[in-house]
């Protein structure tokens, strides 16, 4: 009888490519994988499926868009989640995405509890909080940011390892006292079995009208840290240009719910809205795109690496980033030759109107963006790589 140890994978929003991982880690025969996430967060889900060795656990809160509700809303959530890990007593946790609050419980129950605790640091939580505030001239902007600092990195100086999304987090690690030897850089990825390339005239773009028309897609969660005023930009620039084509908004949240308005005031017909999508048709919506979006806001680009450009990258569609130049994303589409990297709002329309016009010519970057995605995201070697530091 081969003895196996229980692993949590613990993904706050509920992504596809952490739950890739967790279905690749319960094929290991001295694995029991556990993998939890909160269904009730906003942003594009995975489909979940019934494995052997594999439980899907949904631990649902909402959470208040109220920064101080909020607060309690983590708290709450810290109890819910701790519940759970209680329940389960695994050997291991591996967290991510996870707001800083319940992180910090998950870590202390792990103490208590002899839990090997596994921080998967997709952002840097305090860098962006202060970010948030500043902008919101947020009169507890310092204290606010200053505890968020001193919590996360106490978490990150504690845990037993330390997984990077990017070499750029290690340098702010290591500087403010994290070894080293603790950190392991594993890059994001996107499930390429389950984004396979497809063609542009397909059940989503029938039904919803696209599939004659140019498309501009911009498909995941969208936030004020995204700048959807871009986005409106945007859209005056083809009206002014006589440029025919409809740039599709796949996301929901107050941000959408600005550019709706925005949108409406300025009577911009070229913008088109839809909700979130079922991830089983998601490579038939990456495929509508002639075009696809990937945006960040430049104060942003030290934390945060969107990993929608790794699903744009599998569905062999040309990406177009505007984020810092500093940004993982806007080197990987730059050295590759796999997108386009834009520096501002000006750059950003004239390079989709560059495209436009000259669409057949840069078919060889859609080729080498799918090229990339088959290289770099085996999924049976990610996953030894993190079987290495759960064992």
């Not at 329940?87 to 419980?105: A, D, E, G, H």
């Amino acid at each position: 009888m081969i003895s196996k140890s229980k692993i949590i994978v613990f993904d706050f929003p509920g992504h596809p490519f952490q739950y890739e991982l967790s279905e690749n880690l319960s094929l290991f025969d001295n694995l029991d994988i556990y993998h939890l996430y909160n269904a009730k967060q906003l942003g594009p889900k995975s489909s979940f499926k019934k494995k052997k060795d594999l439980s899907v656990i949904q631990v649902n809160k909402s959470f208040s868009k109220n920064f101080y509700i909020r607060f309690f809303d983590e708290i709450l959530y810290s109890f819910l989640i701790c519940h759970q890990i209680i329940k389960i007593k695994p050997n291991s946790i591996i967290s991510s995405n996870c707001p800083l609050i319940p992180q910090f419980f998950i870590y202390f129950l792990c103490k208590v509890l002899k839990i090997n605790f596994i921080f998967w640091l997709q952002d840097i939580i305090s860098i962006a909080a202060k970010e948030i505030l500043k902008k919101q001239k947020n009169f507890f902007q310092n204290i606010v940011s200053t505890i968020f600092f001193k919590i996360e990195f106490f978490i990150l100086r504690n845990s037993n390892h330390v997984i990077t999304i990017s070499n750029d987090f290690d340098k702010i690690l290591i500087k403010n006292g994290i070894d080293k030897n603790n950190i392991t850089c594993i890059p994001n990825w996107a499930p390429l079995k389950d984004i396979p390339q497809k063609k542009k005239i397909n059940s989503f773009s029938l039904e919803n009208n696209l599939e004659d028309s140019f498309n501009i897609l911009y498909s995941g969660t969208l936030g004020f840290k995204h700048n959807p005023d871009v986005i409106i930009n945007l859209s005056k620039f083809l009206i002014n240009k006589k440029i025919n084509a409809k740039i599709v908004m796949i996301s929901e949240g107050p941000a959408v719910e600005y550019l709706k308005k925005q949108s409406k005031k300025n009577k911009l017909q070229n913008i088109i809205f839809l909700p979130f999508q079922n991830f089983d048709i998601f490579p038939e919506v990456l495929a509508t795109a002639d075009i696809s979006l990937v945006m960040l806001e430049k104060s942003a680009g030290q934390f945060s690496v969107p990993s929608k450009l790794l699903s744009i990258l599998c569905s062999g569609r040309i990406p177009l980033v505007y984020v810092s130049s500093r940004n993982l994303s806007a080197r990987i589409v730059t050295n590759h030759k796999c997108g386009f990297s834009v520096d501002s709002n000006e750059e950003l329309n004239e390079m989709v109107q560059l495209i436009y016009e000259n669409f057949s010519s840069y078919q060889y970057i859609a080729d080498n963006a799918r090229n990339y995605a088959e290289k770099n995201f085996d999924i049976n070697i990610i996953a030894e790589k993190f079987k290495k530091i759960i064992i």
